[in-house]
């Protein structure tokens, strides 16, 4: 099948922004010429710093992705002739196989979850069977769900620029003026809008909305991968509550459907459909066979090379690796110089940054003018500044971008001959977005992984087989977390009172629970027809709040609101004294009022950073599941942790010598959560040759490196768990490693986490043992969020605590690991 000039070449609702062919540049050959040792570009200054025999092999692994071609399917004979034209009209002459599969299934009445990869276009799946019906139906409405307002609005000018008679989308969010709002309400058929504001806004004035909810036939959620965590599990409550009110809106409408119809988008993930029904709570098809076309890439993971002389000192986590940013840089303009467009992925704001004016520096000593084709781009953007940016790289004005992850949600830009990931984006799934950036047709595409100083990237460059041979991670939620649920009820109730049939839509025998603690707790009143909210007002809930108010980060001297901070972070951030960087400027704290939930911050550039220490303790209060294996023990269980931040070193910047540690006068704070732990007896670690004085060190090792290697099985960040060990622990009367979500209720993260035990701890261990370093480094066994200065720590005796675990631990008897690495491949 022919696949060029098959889609438009502008950012449009169908087909993604196709970079277009230019000069011929060779990524290919440009990998070759950086693996030779000593010809990597450096900067000035760091010559003389050349190890003898030149710079070592920095590739670790290269894998190629072959090209595939397009498969494409006739129109479904239901799409009306109006938006084949208006569509053709976009360049799009017949859609792609699961494009049209999808649109299918949707049509049919099934709910359906499209899974595929960066820019295949998931979005004329879902467009055409919503706009379809529009045009069929002229009174049947649409609603779509973004997780930004950005998105949204992108899709709204999608939509709009089809030029449909009677469709009148509408954005319907937090920018929408009062008086605009009555006639959505009124008149919009195809609304756009987020879960918040469906949350806040929507829901709780169903009655306005009625004449909406009553025709609704889709319900489209964009993104839907992007709703795990405690997020997506409050997501999932909001997508019953919408169920819930369309069902009702819908049997006032003899003869109509039972409900709409929900279809899903999501990046490459594991098990969409099984994701997509803990969200919605319905059975849901999923089409993950992608079939539009893609160019060959050649994928290298890449292992910054060691400093000469540089020694890992405990205390301080002093860089032994040239920075990944460094060497991103580096690469970014070697790409740009040698007329290759080039995407770079980093993680923060400031490291885009960094990497983007970097890389202009050395572009502009090597030909003055080179400079200005290398730009930056971060989440905040307006619209405009967004599109004039995908623009000018499109056409080839721009030939290097550095960006945050924000262009991975919801821009649509494929087409660039190499694309640079700056550290692992946390999860496969991410990964392969930003990858997918890469490559067209016909011609070799390059991505390359560059590792950052930390253990879960050492651990994946040294292990092709955990990024190319592993299926992409599920998406981790948890609808029955009490913290999530109980509130969500509160909020349903708010909405029309709750009777037995409701039970079973929220969760089943959990929600006649929570619901029997409303009502002794006086939040809820049970009356014979159901459960009613009977307090003034409605339910204050966050879906996206961690409990409690965010803290304001607010310059002093002018007032100004610079940012806010999660309650839960704040004592680590923005206690009085720390230094906080907010857009790459420095302020330091004076002031953190909690009860005002405000921090006062003055602007100054000390010589130091600060690093806060935290002591925590935890009770085990129960155990949900456990496998006794001898001297071993494997558990998962709701736990209390009780944290207090008590001082913080001040560090010389550069150097990291330490300043000083000053006392903090911060309150303790409870959190009840779920943990993984497991306990090995002391006599078996003995005879594995860890000196009882010791295990401490071994503990607190092996506990940092399966926090860092937890992504690994789990959606999660690191910063999303928390972890204790301790030699001898008043609930277990063992040797203990506890590792605990960071959210109260748990996340989802420790459960999945003791399901692929063996997978996570194997790993944990084998990362440990294959890390070049001494007596532990940041790429194994030290922590950047340590409240104990990352002292004490053996790495030695870590791999043998967790020899011993592995050694005990039974294969798994049950699906529940398998599950977590089912042998189907994806990405
Ligand atoms: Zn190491
Ligand atoms: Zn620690």
Redesign the pocket.
């Known amino acids: 099948m022919p696949t060029s000039a098959h889609q438009c070449e502008s950012a449009d609702v169908t087909s993604p922004a196709t970079v277009t062919p230019g000069p011929v540049p060779d990524p290919a050959g440009l990998l070759r010429r950086w693996r030779s040792a000593g010809q990597l570009p450096r900067q000035a200054g760091e010559a003389r710093s050349v190890p003898d025999g030149g710079w070592p092999d920095p590739v670790t692994h290269v894998e190629r992705l072959p090209a595939r071609p397009g498969t494409t399917a006739p129109w479904p004979g239901w799409v009306p002739d109006q938006l084949r034209d208006a569509l053709a009209g976009r360049g799009v002459r017949e859609p792609w196989q699961h494009q049209a599969y999808a649109a299918e299934l949707a049509h049919g009445g099934r709910h359906v979850v499209v899974a595929t990869g960066t820019g295949s276009g998931k979005s004329l799946a879902y467009l055409l069977p919503a706009l379809s019906t529009l045009l069929a139906d002229p009174r049947a409405t649409v609603l779509y769900l973004a997780p930004t307002k950005a998105l949204a609005a992108d899709q709204f000018r999608a939509v709009t620029g089809l030029g449909l008679d009677g469709v009148r989308p509408a954005c319907y969010d937090g920018d929408t003026p009062q008086a605009e709002r009555a006639w959505i309400r009124q008149h919009a058929r195809f609304v756009l809008t987020n879960p918040d504001m469906l949350h806040r806004g929507i829901l709780p004035g169903h009655n306005a909305w009625s004449h909406f909810l009553r025709r609704l036939t889709y319900v489209i959620v964009d993104e839907c991968h992007s709703y795990r965590g405690v997020f997506g599990s409050h997501v999932a409550h909001v997508l019953r509550r919408l169920r819930r009110q369309t069902e009702r809106y819908h049997r006032a409408r003899p003869g109509g459907p039972a409900g709409p119809v929900f279809i899903l988008a999501s990046a490459t993930s594991g098990e969409p459909a099984r994701a997509a029904r803990q969200l919605t709570g319905l059975p849901v098809e999923p089409v993950t066979e992608d079939s539009a076309p893609r160019g060959a890439v050649t994928f290298a993971l890449w292992e910054p090379p060691l400093l000469p002389g540089a020694r890992?000192d405990t205390e301080d986590l002093t860089p032994v690796r040239r920075s990944a940013l460094r060497e991103s840089a580096d690469l970014l303009a070697d790409a740009v110089a040698a007329g290759v467009r080039t995407l770079a992925f980093v993680r923060s704001r400031r490291g885009a940054e960094v990497v983007a004016s970097t890389a202009r520096r050395a572009l502009e000593e090597v030909v003055p003018g080179l400079g200005t084709r290398v730009a930056a781009y971060r989440a905040g953007f307006l619209a405009e500044e967004r599109r004039a940016l995908e623009r000018s790289l499109v056409h080839g004005d721009l030939l290097g971008l550095a960006s945050t992850n924000a262009l991975e949600l919801g821009v649509d830009l494929v087409g660039l001959d190499a694309v640079l990931i700056c550290g692992y984006p946390g999860t496969r799934a991410s990964l392969w977005q930003q990858a997918g950036r890469a490559g067209r047709a016909g011609r070799e595409a390059l991505a390359v992984l560059i590792a950052r100083d930390d253990p879960l990237d050492t651990y994946l460059v040294h292990h092709p087989e955990a990024v190319f041979g592993r299926p992409v991670e599920a998406t981790v939620l948890d609808p029955t977390n009490p913290y999530v649920l109980g509130p969500q009820l509160c909020c349903a109730a708010a909405e029309g009172a709750l009777t037995t049939a409701d039970v079973e839509l929220f969760g089943g025998a959990v929600v006649k629970q929570t619901l029997d603690e409303l009502v002794a707790a006086g939040l809820l009143r049970r009356r014979p027809t159901g459960w009613y909210w009977t307090a003034p007002g409605r339910p204050d809930v966050d879906l996206r709040g961690e409990g409690g108010a965010p803290i304001n980060v607010v310059e002093a001297a002018t007032g100004r609101l610079l940012g806010t901070v999660d309650p839960g972070s704040s004592h680590f951030l923005v206690h009085p004294g720390a230094v906080y960087l907010h857009q790459g400027v420095s302020y330091v704290v004076d002031d953190l009022d909690l009860e005002g939930a405000c921090a006062l911050v003055h602007a100054e550039e000390p010589e130091w950073s600060t690093h806060a220490r935290e002591v925590t303790s935890l009770d085990v209060v129960s155990v949900r599941e456990y496998q006794d294996a001898g001297p071993v023990g494997l558990f998962v269980g709701d736990v209390d942790v009780t944290s207090q931040v008590v001082s913080y070193q001040r560090r010389r910047i550069g150097s990291g010598e330490v300043l000083d540690t000053r006392p903090l006068d911060l309150p303790a704070r409870q959190l009840r959560t779920v943990a993984v732990w497991f306990t090995v007896s002391p006599a078996s670690l003995t005879a594995a040759g860890v000196d009882p004085a010791e295990v401490p060190g071994a503990l607190h090792a092996a506990e940092h490196a399966a926090i860092g290697l937890l992504p690994l099985v789990a959606t999660c960040d690191r910063w999303d768990i928390g972890g204790l060990s301790t030699a001898s622990h008043a609930d277990t009367e063992a040797p203990t490693v506890f590792v605990y979500d960071g959210h109260p209720g748990g996340a989802g993260f420790a459960e999945r986490a003791y399901q692929a035990a063996r997978t996570w701890l194997g790993a944990t261990r084998d990362l440990i043992a294959a890390?070049g370093?001494d007596t532990?480094?940041p790429?194994?066994?030290q922590s950047p969020k340590c409240g104990n200065g990352n002292n004490p720590l053996g790495k030695a005796d870590a791999v043998r605590v967790l020899d011993v675990v592995l050694t005990n631990l039974p294969e798994p008897t049950n699906a529940a690991e398998t599950m977590a690495d089912p042998a189907a491949n994806s990405g």
Do not use: E, K
């Open positions: 890992a890390c370093c532990g480094c790429s194994c066994v």
